[in-house]
């Protein structure tokens, strides 16, 4: 099982970026595809991006298309989440996610292992 540790939450403006880091452990981080969800309070764990085992496939909530990227760094076993042009709607807890597969999906059942979180708030 795949242990995942986010970091880069915190407290930024509207307008601005935010970088969330997950640092895996384990020997299948390079096998495996991963993701963040995002889970704000009185409200389900929703998608936010997925990329695949070797970074071919990447996919995003449409209320982050053109704002986050994902990336990946197989030699490092870290996954990044880089968030611009952030919004008030973007507060809430951000969990790292690896599934137990080459490839992603929306739906939270299939994940594997989470991370612990990291809070973003974005103040207006």
């Known amino acids: 099982q795949v242990q995942l540790v986010e970091s880069g939450g915190g407290l930024v403006q509207a307008g601005g970026s935010l970088r969330l880091s997950c640092a895996a452990s384990?020997?299948?981080?390079?096998?495996?595809?991963m993701g963040w969800f995002r889970q704000a309070p009185g409200k389900d764990r929703e998608f936010v991006a997925g990329?695949?085992?070797?970074?071919?496939?990447?996919d995003y909530a449409d209320s982050v298309k053109g704002r986050f990227t994902i990336s990946r760094d197989n030699a490092k076993n870290t996954v990044y989440l880089q968030m611009n042009s952030l919004k008030p709607e973007d507060t809430a807890a951000y969990y790292c996610?690896?599934?137990?597969?080459?490839?992603?999906?929306?739906?939270?059942?299939?994940?594997?292992?989470w991370g612990q979180g990291t809070q973003v708030t974005v103040s207006s």
């Open positions: 990329i695949s085992w070797n970074s071919r496939s990447t």
């Open positions: 384990g020997r299948t981080f390079s096998s495996a595809a």
């Open positions: 996610a690896a599934y137990r597969s080459l490839v992603f999906s929306t739906i939270p059942a299939v994940v594997g292992s």
